[in-house]
């Protein structure tokens, strides 16, 4: 099966929440709520700090605890490249998906239904990627991915550019899987 992946180079993330913005608009996200975030985090002290900025969404786990917590079926794992999904017509609120996710990706909706980020699915289906791709930093890259690729690709190492593990290189960063 295919799976759609996303990969962030956070070297070059400065913050700047395009991404964030571009996901409220494309989705129609109520102010307030967000499907993605920008996460920042200061190590260390002077004269030497360090800051860290990450994006941070749903991960579309390969076994998602939100699908296996929510008692509707409304959280499932759709067969568009394992996009983990909400039924909003299934879902009846009960914030078992919402408690379940590792990674607080989950909202209730002020509608009612649990909401978070969908990989853009329909912009997906149509050969697009999902809004929050394009990044000015260029700091995003968004990819479907074999089962196969994934497996062969997770116990080689280094990754080669030009192999079936790096087939599309990144100028001056290397792979984009």
Not at 83 to 109: E, L, N, S, T, W
Not at 140 to 165: D, E, L, M, Y
Request: hydrophobic share 30%; glycine share 6%; net charge positive.
């Amino acid at each position: 099966m295919t799976r759609y992946a996303m990969a962030i180079d956070t070297r070059l993330c400065v913050g700047c929440n395009d991404c964030v913005v571009a996901c409220q608009t494309e989705n129609d996200v109520p102010p307030g709520y967000f499907r993605n975030w920008i996460t920042t985090e200061v190590r260390g002290a002077f004269p030497t700090p360090a800051l860290e900025i990450r994006s941070e969404r749903c991960n579309h786990c390969e076994n998602p605890p939100c699908v296996h917590a929510c008692p509707t079926g409304a959280s499932h794992v759709s067969d568009l490249g394992a996009i983990v999904m909400v039924d909003r017509d299934k879902c009846i609120g009960c914030k078992a998906c919402v408690v379940a996710c590792p990674y607080g990706a989950r909202y209730i909706h002020p509608d009612g239904y649990a909401d978070k980020c969908t990989f853009c699915a329909h912009r997906v289906r149509e050969g697009k990627d999902p809004a929050c791709s394009p990044c000015a930093r260029r700091t995003r890259w968004s990819s479907a991915i074999s089962t196969t690729r994934r497996a062969r690709c997770a116990t080689s190492s280094p990754r080669a550019v030009g192999t079936p593990c790096c087939p599309k290189p990144v100028p001056g960063r290397g792979c984009s899987i």
